[in-house]
């Protein structure tokens, strides 16, 4: 219980101002999700490759250590020791996190954050695990290696024709680095964090609020070189999970400077995405904002639960706190419902259905998805400190 508290602490600060009227049950609904994480171990046993999601046939797609979300499938084991209290998830968490250690070596990727804080991170909080800190700073040593002073920015791809390209997804990153500072004391992590933070800033938004996906730089001069896309629909248009990265990252990034600015950015995203007229009733965006067939297209669940899990973060420092808190309790809502979350025994052990991966890419439309998951579940754990069940 104490580790729950310690995880929730600053969420809890506003729990008495966060009233509900809403349909949702977050026992119900961890309940299920418990239900299917127990039906994957059970079906997935080969603790070398992580469920990521679901193939065209059917049939469970898992990845190495070295894929970007493969910390997400312990991460939501993680979360749900921190709901259950129940040893046996911590067990099942640690072994599952064992086979990510070497990732704290991987230079080849910006997903550090993503693949050891959803991992380690959340195992340290939780169990205080003295190696689970090595492995982090090491991890954090290993990723500000991809900074370049000039560009101002941690470097996000190696492959494609990009120069030096810098998505709006690495925001999600940093978190990790100012945990390590705070660790470490020393300075250079959170200097990086910061330091990228204010570049993104700078160069990813346009006067609407919304983001692009990818700014590709001059290596040499530091200079915005071109601004495109590769997840989403059009290098205008706003792709759903690219908006729910820099509303999430934004927060922390606000949370661990209390610099100002990056509170009203993350404000700017949230009104963009919760105003925006082509969010749909039920609040779980489409693919992007901007897709032309709108609305016959799909859905990403997983934007809709990375936004709910921003927004109750948002909610606790901004004066439009109650605003954000509303629409990730309707996000929640929508995301417990029969329409997103999965029956027992089905979706190959994920809990939500209907997320997109990469639509131009034609792959992982409209299915489950792990990070769809393990926002999800931190979201209902977020909500559950402002609004517990009686
Ligand atoms: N970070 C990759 C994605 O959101 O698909």
Redesign the pocket.
């Known amino acids: 219980m104490k580790h729950l508290l310690f995880l929730c602490l600053g969420i809890c600060l506003l729990a008495t101002s966060c009233k509900s009227t809403a349909d949702l049950s977050v026992s119900k609904t961890m309940n299920t999700a418990e239900s299917q994480l127990k039906y994957s171990l059970k079906n997935h046993t080969d603790k070398s490759t992580y469920p990521r999601s679901v193939n065209a046939d059917g049939s469970l797609h898992a990845v190495s250590s070295k894929d970007?979300t493969s910390g997400f499938y312990p991460g939501s084991m993680w979360y749900m020791y921190s709901y259950t209290q129940d040893q046996k998830w911590a067990d099942s968490a640690a072994a599952w996190n064992a086979g990510l250690e070497s990732a704290k070596f991987h230079t080849h990727t910006h997903?550090l954050g993503?693949v050891l804080y959803c991992s380690f991170g959340n195992g340290l909080k939780l169990t205080e695990n003295p190696k689970y800190a090595q492995i982090l700073l090491q991890g954090s040593q290993t990723l500000i290696k991809r900074f370049d002073p000039k560009v101002g920015s941690i470097r996000s791809w190696d492959f494609g024709s990009w120069e030096y390209p810098v998505?709006i997804?690495n925001m999600?990153n940093l978190e990790m680095l100012f945990w390590a500072t705070k660790y470490s004391g020393d300075t250079k992590f959170y200097d990086v964090a910061v330091k990228h933070a204010e570049t993104t800033l700078k160069n990813h938004f346009r006067p609407d609020n919304s983001s692009v996906h990818v700014v590709d730089y001059d290596k040499t001069s530091g200079n915005v070189k071109a601004k495109k896309t590769h997840?989403g629909y059009s290098d205008e248009s706003a792709w759903a999970?690219?908006q729910a990265?820099g509303l999430y990252g934004f927060t922390v990034v606000y949370r661990e400077t209390g610099d100002k600015k990056y509170l009203e950015q993350a404000e700017k995203i949230a009104d963009f995405f919760l105003n925006h007229p082509n969010l749909p009733e039920d609040m779980v965006p489409y693919w992007d904002f901007n897709a032309p067939d709108i609305p016959n297209t799909p859905r990403d669940a997983?934007a809709a639960a990375i936004a709910a899990s921003g927004l109750l973060e948002l909610g606790r420092y901004s004066a439009k706190g109650s605003t954000y808190f509303d629409a990730a309790e309707k996000i929640l809502t929508s995301l417990s419902s029969p329409a997103y979350l999965a029956k027992p025994g089905t979706n190959q052990g994920f809990i939500l259905k209907h997320s997109t991966?990469?639509m131009p890419n034609k792959s992982e439309i409209d299915v489950p998805i792990n990070?769809a998951d393990y926002y999800f579940l931190e979201a209902l754990l977020r909500y559950n400190m402002l609004n517990p069940e009686k």
């Open positions: 970007w997903d993503f998505i997804d999600m997840q999970r690219g990265w997983s991966g990469h990070y």
